[in-house]
């Protein structure tokens, strides 16, 4: 490792790198529950250029490297093992805005909030919205192909990306920040680096698809007696608000009741078997309210919806959201929890969670906490585990009772959060051979030393 810092202190000089030991959490710790990583070097470039540096002379010396964002991720893919730390933080920025392409190029170190905020500014929307949002960023949302909350609108952060600049493992600038629409010149080369968790390339630039601001924004929270009743409720307003519905999130009862215990009110009076946060934007003033708040009596004449409370204005809009958002505190009140989030088609999730909530329960006891939510609209589902005082959970066994049903269903382990290492052993689960052994081609191809990010989502 002293070869390395001095490698690294020539190319980048002494101030963008820091000796391992002693670093902030921040660099060795993300949101997986995994505790603290451990750092051989922290480095930090500011540009393209200098990422380039530290990839050619840690590929020439054989030295392993983690890239980190925001460490927000939740699969351990960020969390260091002893290597080079290479943190995207000081490539952050706007680069420019094109109104009329519509487009956006931000610095891979740029935090999503202050790009939602600068797309604001120039009146659009930057639709990529999570829970995470001041502190992970782009260069982090991008590499793992974040969801989030509106996809069932607008897509994962795959939908977004027109164009991208990555670093290969031995230093090679790729800069392919396409600003059209429309590109077929050949394979699209960004795909390679979307979603792979810094396993194939290094980010650094992005050119992002704004969306037109929406002139109407609201939102509903219902209490509903059933799955089938949340089942028909998605059927009726998808087809009553068409693309204007934005984000439909379900919560089970445990997940309300936590949410309460953490300090935050649900917006309907008293408690029910599934909860429901339906968001609304459109362009029209008028009718757009109008069509929600008639489906929803509708809904209700039904019996389909037993409570609701329609948002008034902005604030409760966002007060609704403060429910979905509670999630961050939950480590607060239980430490942390295992957190999955997994993916299978609407039509089998009610017969899904019953029996991984009955199997959990036979493992585990009536004491622990199954707190079931997520965006259903898009057919992912969050469930957290753990127990209130913290004892262990037997992880290999939790592991395999949620996931030992996806396969055969046409699930995935992972809908959003990526593999990183907690998922890499259970890929097989839901991905064949053919397609795993496709993967370790082309990660032998990218970076035949293997430097990039090893032991992350690839099965040992
Ligand atoms: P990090 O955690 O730093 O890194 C994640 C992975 O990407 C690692 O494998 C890392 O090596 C790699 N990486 C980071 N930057 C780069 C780069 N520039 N080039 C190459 N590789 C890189 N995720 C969702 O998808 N949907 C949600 O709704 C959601 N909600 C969340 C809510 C909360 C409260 C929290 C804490 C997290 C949530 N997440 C969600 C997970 C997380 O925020 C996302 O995965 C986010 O995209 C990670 O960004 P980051 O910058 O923090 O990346
Ligand atoms: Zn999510």
Known sequence: ?????????????????????GLPA????????????????????????????????????????????????????????????????????IEEIDPVGATMQVWA???????????????????????????????????????GNRVIRHGMSRAMVLGLEAVLADGTVITSLNRLLKNNAGYDLKQLFIGSEGTLGVVTRAVLRLEPKPLTHTAAFLGLPSFAAVVET????????????????????????????????????????????????GIDPERDPERLEAALG??????????????????????????RDAVAEFPRLYGALHAFDVGLPVRHMEAYTEAVTKGLRALLGDDAILLWFGHLGDGNLHLNVGYRDGRPLPHEAVDDRVYAPLGAIGGTVTAEHGVGTMKRDHLGATRSEAEIDLMRRLKAMLDPKGILNPGKVLPS
């Open 109 to 147: 170190g740029t935090p999503l909030e202050e790009a939602q905020n600068a797309a604001e500014a120039a009146g659009f929307l930057l639709p990529l919205d999570l829970g995470a949002r001041g502190s992970c960023l782009i260069g982090g949302n991008v590499a793992t192909n974040a969801g």
């Open 26 to 93: 921040r660099y060795l710790i993300d949101w997986s529950g995994l505790p603290p990583g451990r750092a051989g070097l922290l480095v930090r470039p500011a540009s393209t250029e200098e990422v380039a540096k530290v990839l050619a002379a840690c590929h020439r010396l054989g030295q392993p490297v983690v890239p980190q964002g925001g460490m927000t991720g939740i699969s351990g893919g960020g969390r260091p093992g002893g290597e080079v730390v290479l943190s995207l933080e000081r490539l952050r920025g």
């Open 298 to 323: 509708g809904l209700m004449e039904r019996g389909l919806v037993l409570d609701g409370a329609l948002a008034r204005s902005l604030a409760d809009v966002r007060a609704f959201w403060r429910v």
């Open 234 to 281: 998605l059927t009726t307003l998808r087809s009553a608000l068409g693309p204007s519905l934005t984000a439909f999130e379900a919560m089970w009862r445990p997940y309300g009741d936590a949410v309460v215990e953490a300090g935050v009110a649900l917006p309907v009076e008293g408690r029910h078997p599934f909860y429901v946060l339906v968001e609304q934007q």
């Open 1 to 21: 490792m002293r070869e390395v810092a001095e490698a690294l202190r020539a190319e980048l000089g002494a101030g963008a790198v820091t000796a391992g030991d």
